[in-house]
């Protein structure tokens, strides 16, 4: 995934005004285009800044691109290994070179990026795994290319994919299977992001009885993990799981 090839251009993107669909150019819904802006937030090296066009044979652009210590694969690479379109693949890479200018992030970078969003909390915990789960090779880093993989699942991947890329965050320790202790830690972490200010007022016991919920819900044979085929099962049943998997179809 990482090949030294020659990187296409990936400079022909828009301005990022918040005027219009920042990735088709058409006027987007309020709703659609409220709940794709907030999820880009969420997410390191992905956060719309005033950026300039630049033609393909920029020299600026050019010069950029000598100073990259990592570079992607070629768009057409990408763009059969993802579900995004080239015009959708040069402008999220515009964002994630903003954002990180060497072609990759670390763990410290990612926390630091991602606790901007959570000023009320400590995200730390939490970004941690979520780093995780996008450096699917366990290189320590993650590249563009490892960004828009992770991306394109959530946004673009089929229901099974979805469930899978969520159970794969959880198994923190990616044995096969979640135990109470690392759902405690997810649930914990998650608290620890949202702050101790939050109206109602979290309860300090909240994270285990969530954990109980989860386990008395998906933990079929009782045996004290839950497996991938379980959660799979345990999830296709409940709608509202269903519900939100679907909350992002055609965010971008």
């Known amino acids: 995934m990482r090949s030294k090839g020659r990187k296409e251009s990936l400079s022909d993107s828009r301005d990022l005004d918040g005027s219009y669909d920042q990735l088709t ?26 950026i300039p066009s630049l033609s393909e044979n920029s020299v600026e652009d050019e010069f950029e ?52 969003f959570f000023p009320q909390g400590d995200s730390s915990t939490y970004a941690t795994f979520l780093f995780n789960a996008f450096d699917t090779d366990h290189d320590g880093s993650v ?14 991947g089929t229901i099974d994919d979805r469930l899978n890329w969520a159970f794969n965050l959880y198994d923190l320790n990616k044995d096969g299977c979640i135990t109470k202790e690392e759902m405690l830690d997810i649930m914990k972490s998650i608290y620890d992001m949202m702050g101790k200010y939050t109206y109602p007022a979290m309860r300090e016991e909240a ?12 933990d079929r044979n009782k ?18 799981i269903m519900r939100s998997m679907q909350l992002f179809d055609n965010v971008i």
Do not use: W
């Not at 590249?143 to 673009?156: A, C, H, P, Q």
């Open 207 to 218: 994270p285990r009885e969530h954990v109980e919920n989860f386990f008395q819900k998906m």
């Open 65 to 116: 691109l000598s100073t990259v210590c990592h570079r992607p694969e070629g768009l057409e690479q990408l763009q059969e290994q993802t579900k995004f379109t080239r015009k959708e693949l040069q402008v999220l890479y515009r964002g994630f070179k903003n954002e990180c200018p060497s072609g990759i992030v670390n763990e410290e970078n990612f926390k630091q990026i991602y606790s901007q």
């Open 25 to 50: 150019g058409n006027p987007p819904g309020q709703t659609k285009k409220a709940l794709k802006q907030r999820f880009l937030k969420l997410l390191p090296c992905c956060r719309p800044k005033s």
């Open 223 to 240: 045996d004290g993990v839950v497996t991938i085929e379980e959660f799979l099962e345990s999830c296709q049943k409940d709608e509202n």
């Open 143 to 156: 590249s563009f290319e490892d960004f828009v993989s992770g991306l394109s699942i959530i946004l673009r």
